[in-house]
């Protein structure tokens, strides 16, 4: 039964009950006057637009960042690149367009019929490209007979554009098609499929940067496909801009001063460890990659022996020579085994075990001392102090001097490079230390393997007086209107494990070996500035010199040349490998010569 | 035991009506999903179709059991509703950065779908047990309102914008048929008017968006305020008797975005015209004011609750996804009732008519 209150309730809910078909009514009305207003009054307006004069949706590609080069040279922009299309919405018959195109163009028929072909499924409204980067002409035939091309359209988009073709072009990078792959990852959710990413260098490590706001608009088109109205724009929003630490002034003179030379060369400032050039050989065009790199020119860099693809100055991995004298003489001293004055006998060679270790000069060097041994890099000098030394206290210097591990610049697929132990030589080899390898390591022989990059570091730590800098080849990112989002500020790795005296005393070594009469590297000498460096020949295979001249330079031997200069307070360290270029003196001191003297010629002029 | 009452006090035309707007759907489906790329796939109106009989056959199951059986386990139902939140929230599927669909060996299914009709369940069965004098008090609404706002976080932040709206909307109205002082309908509208704009904070990006478009369409044209565009142009080309059946140019053209699911009402306007569009929505009315008699006619307080918050369910559901499809309310993603494609809504549409109809049916027992 019903009580009381239930029936008072339900009185209320039957009111409540009418309101609400009233407001039922009332929203009837309103959706049914809305459909009225669309479909009755503005049914025409909106049959015209879904008929004739569609609406397209065009995308404005936000225009991928600049980079620069410390003094704001241009070393990366866009371009832009007109591709002819087809919107196949609006070609009324495809097949006699296509004809009619490829006549006009002289390109072939069945390629374009391909590319239609291939972009099946997609909306009907969304341009297919059929010609990349098509000439001006191009473009003024296909205008003139637009009316005999229905759905034909010129689009035009930026394309990434290297001014200065292959100059820098490891440190700069290239281009390439996003992969599904990468398009998964949470950090490319904002790309689409036929988007272009750094692959490679400084577009790979800074892609999020580059990567701008895409826009576009809304149009009204006619018959043709041709824009009558713009119903609603929006700007690309342009990205960040990168600016190195390279002087594009410098990295040329050292590319030019490479020539054709397989090799590497790294300058960088001691004072901070920013690197001011990065050359290595041989170079690519990274203006190949830009649209998608065509099989025959990625044949061509994959197949080529020397592989130009490779940044030499972090991936090449060979032993020192005698650049490395200079880790071994810090070692040698900071243990206390000798001083400035300990003097050794070099009689052109060293015995040790039954075997014997020559000099590079045959008749030997006589008694000599620390500044004389290092300046003209006498083997049998060092030989000893390896002996003295063995393996692991070499290697504990030698890592404290950042070999072995890797510099941390910011670019991809950096070697750490390798310092052979004891321990690792037992496991290897499953015996135990050879001490005749102890010499050859002392020499930077043997097993000891370095990149560029890190051996310019070590002797920028002599020249700053021992600190070991993390390289930086990014000064800062800066938006369009140039304020800085980011600054990449000089970090201190390490210190390397050396007291100020002994640095004071291998610097004046390394002076010497430039500027003393007797110096090996004697080439590198300047009129003006106290240049300090080292001179080294890294071994491909150990032959008397007789025959690995007649076997061709694929066997001759890897020139090294580090220095520093001014002396004192030193602005630039710069290290040259010329891979199978014979002597260190002679091959690779006279390149330096040429980058220092360029570095203080722009110094001078107020340039840097 | 089975009453022969039961079949005569059967609301058949509810019924017919129901089944026809289903039918519809799945004619208008074949038009929309027509351009499907995946040829091999099965199509959209088939597996529609499927879920149809999936509804018809719950049907006949619900409406068996009497409403008040059903309704005395209204708080188990939506216990295991809020659970299934949860399971999606942690475990459920990726659909365009949502995670709310729950896979159940090779189906997926939509627990927010499920929660509507139990949240329903659950505040009828509550009010209708409180034993009150003259009205309402203030404190007989702190639980009911507190479940309902944990149901809407585990909705919205799944992110189910359209169906935590939606929630709002039928709780709100819900309250109104309900029996309380003016006052605290004075209270319960200035509290919302504080809180609407810490909801503001909550949104996601593209929310903000969508409701920035539908403020001002010319200026982002390209996302949000594109489908509002096409949407306006495909109903508005169907002039008054439409472009005929598979001949709509925005569908066919796929210029129409999310045709199939809660923009399938444009496809229907555009291909029937405003003489089909107002069908539609005159059957959709026939629907609501049979809801509204069945809550006037029941035989106790549970009866008109459950009936009044279904049909406010599919009555709120219609007017935001035709409003919005016609531009008068702004884009949220909230689908058709019996038109959309989708397993859950269909099967959950029809799981709210059948409660309907079982409370129709028992009008007069006692």
Not at chain 1, 142 to 165: K, N, Q
Not at chain 1, 214 to 230: C, F, M, R, S
Not at chain 1, 404 to 433: A, C, D, H, M
Not at chain 1, 578 to 590: F, L, Q, R, T, Y
């Amino acid at each position: 039964m019903r009580s009381e209150l239930d029936s008072l309730y339900e009185k209320r809910l039957q009111t409540r009950i009418r309101v609400a078909y009233f407001i039922l009514v009332f929203i009837f009305c309103l959706l049914f006057v809305r459909l009225w207003y669309l479909q009755i009054i503005g049914g025409d307006y909106y049959r015209k637009l879904s008929e004739n004069n569609r609406i397209r949706i065009q995308k404005i590609k936000a225009p991928r960042g600049l980079i620069l080069d410390v003094r704001g040279q241009i070393l990366a922009s866009n371009r832009p690149s007109f591709d002819i299309c087809l919107v196949p919405q609006d070609a009324i018959h495809p097949e006699i367009v296509l004809k009619h195109l490829a006549g006009l163009l002289g390109s072939d028929l069945s390629r374009l019929k391909k590319r239609v072909e291939m972009s099946r499924g997609r909306p009907p409204f969304e341009p297919i490209r059929l010609e990349t980067d098509v000439s001006r002409d191009a473009i003024a035939l296909v205008l003139t007979h637009r009316l005999d091309l229905p759905g034909v359209a010129v689009v035009s988009t930026p394309v990434r554009y290297y001014p200065h073709e292959t100059l820098a072009c490891h440190l700069l990078g290239h281009l390439g098609e996003i992969s599904p792959q990468e398009l998964d990852q949470p950090e490319f959710s904002r790309y689409e499929m036929g988007d272009f990413i750094g692959k490679y260098g400084v577009e790979q490590i800074m892609e999020l940067q580059f990567k701008g706001v895409d826009g576009g608009y809304q149009a009204e088109v006619d018959a043709t496909g041709y824009k009558i109205n713009v119903m609603g724009r929006v700007n690309p929003l342009p990205s960040h801009n990168v600016i190195l630490t390279i002087i594009a002034d410098l990295q040329k003179t050292a590319e030019d001063a490479l020539g054709d030379k397989a090799g590497a060369v790294v300058a960088v400032d001691p004072r901070n460890g920013r690197v001011l050039a990065m050359v290595s050989n041989p170079a690519f065009n990274p203006n190949l990659f830009s649209r998608g790199i065509s099989l025959h020119d990625w044949d061509n860099l994959i197949n080529n022996p020397k592989h130009p693809l490779m940044n030499r100055c972090i991936q090449s991995l060979h032993p020192p020579g005698s650049t490395y004298k200079l880790v071994t003489a810090a070692a040698a001293l900071e243990e206390g085994l000798i001083n400035r004055d300990t003097r050794f006998f070099c009689g052109g060679s060293l015995r040790c075990g039954n075997r014997s270790y020559r000099c590079w000069k045959k008749g030997g060097h006589g008694k000599i001392d620390l500044v004389g041994g290092l300046a003209e890099s006498c083997d049998v000098y060092f030989y000893n102090l390896g002996s003295l030394l063995g393996p692991d206290a070499l290697a504990k210097h030698a890592k404290g001097f950042g070999f072995g591990v890797l510099t941390g610049i910011s670019l991809n697929n950096e070697k750490p490079g390798f310092i052979p132990t004891s321990g690792w030589y037992q496991s290897r080899y499953g015996i135990p230390w050879q001490a005749g390898e102890s010499l050859s390591i002392a020499i930077g022989q043997g097993s000891n393997q370095v990149t560029p990059l890190q051996l310019v570091l070590a002797y920028a730590s002599i020249a700053n007086g021992g600190i070991l800098y993390k390289p930086l080849c990014i000064d800062r990112i800066v938006d369009v209107e140039g304020s800085v989002i980011e600054r990449f500020d000089p970090t201190i790795k390490a210190r390397i494990p050396l007291s100020q005296e002994n640095i004071k005393l291998l610097r004046d070594c390394l002076w010497g070996a430039v500027n003393s009469p007797s110096g090996t590297g004697w080439r590198a000498r300047l009129p003006h500035i106290d240049v300090a460096g080292k001179t080294g020949t890294a071994q491909v295979i150990s032959l008397s010199k007789e025959k690995s001249s007649q076997l061709g330079d694929s066997f001759m031997d890897h020139a090294w040349f580090v220095a520093f200069a001014p002396k004192e307070s030193a602005q630039i360290a710069v290290v040259v490998l010329v891979e199978h270029g014979g002597h260190g003196g002679s091959a690779a001191a006279p390149i330096a010569k040429k980058i220092i003297s360029r570095f203080f010629e722009l110094e001078e002029s107020g340039c840097v | 035991m089975f009453d022969r009452r039961l079949i005569s006090n059967f609301d058949w035309t509810l019924f017919a009506v129901c089944l026809i707007v289903s039918i519809l759907g799945i004619i208008n489906l074949l038009s929309a999903g027509s351009f499907s790329l995946n040829h091999s796939a099965t199509p959209y109106y088939l597996k529609q179709l499927c879920w149809l009989l999936v509804g018809l056959f719950l049907f006949l199951f619900i409406v068996l059991i009497d409403y008040q059986s059903i309704a005395r386990h209204a708080y188990l139902f939506h216990c295991i509703s809020l659970i299934l939140l949860l399971c999606a929230l942690f475990w459920g599927g990726q659909s365009v950065g949502a995670n709310r669909w729950l896979q159940l060996g090779g189906l997926s299914f939509q627990p927010s779908e499920l929660a509507k009709i139990t949240l329903i369940l659950f505040l009828s069965q509550y009010f209708s047990g409180l034993n009150v004098s003259t009205s309402y008090r203030f404190q007989d609404f702190s639980l009911p309102t507190l479940i309902t706002i944990i149901t809407i976080i585990l909705i919205f932040v799944e992110p189910d914008l359209g169906t935590s709206v939606l929630i709002v909307l039928v709780f709100i109205s819900f309250i109104f048929f309900l029996h309380f002082g003016f006052r605290y309908i004075m209270v319960f509208i200035v509290s919302g008017i504080i809180l609407l704009p810490s909801v503001w904070l909550f949104l996601e990006d593209y929310q903000k968006r969508r409701i920035f478009a539908f403020l001002n369409p010319g200026k982002d044209s390209l996302r949000a305020g594109y489908q509002a565009i096409q949407s306006k142009i495909a109903i508005g080309s169907g002039m008054l008797f439409g472009k005929g059946f598979l001949s709509g140019t925005q569908s066919q053209l796929r210029f129409l975005p999310e045709q199939h699911t809660d923009f399938i009402f444009s496809v229907l306007a555009e291909e029937w015209g405003f003489v089909g569009a107002v069908l539609v929505i005159l059957f959709f009315f026939l629907i609501f004011s049979k809801g509204l008699k069945i809550a006037s006619l029941s035989r106790d307080r549970l009866g008109s609750f459950i009936s009044i918050g279904l049909t406010l369910i599919i009555f709120w559901q219609m007017f935001i996804n035709i409003g919005m499809v016609i531009g008068i309310l702004p884009i949220v993603g909230i689908t058709l009732p019996f038109l959309s494609y989708g397993g859950s809504s269909l099967v959950s549409t029809w799981v709210i008519i059948s409660l309907l109809l079982n409370i129709r049916m028992r009008k007069l027992l006692f």
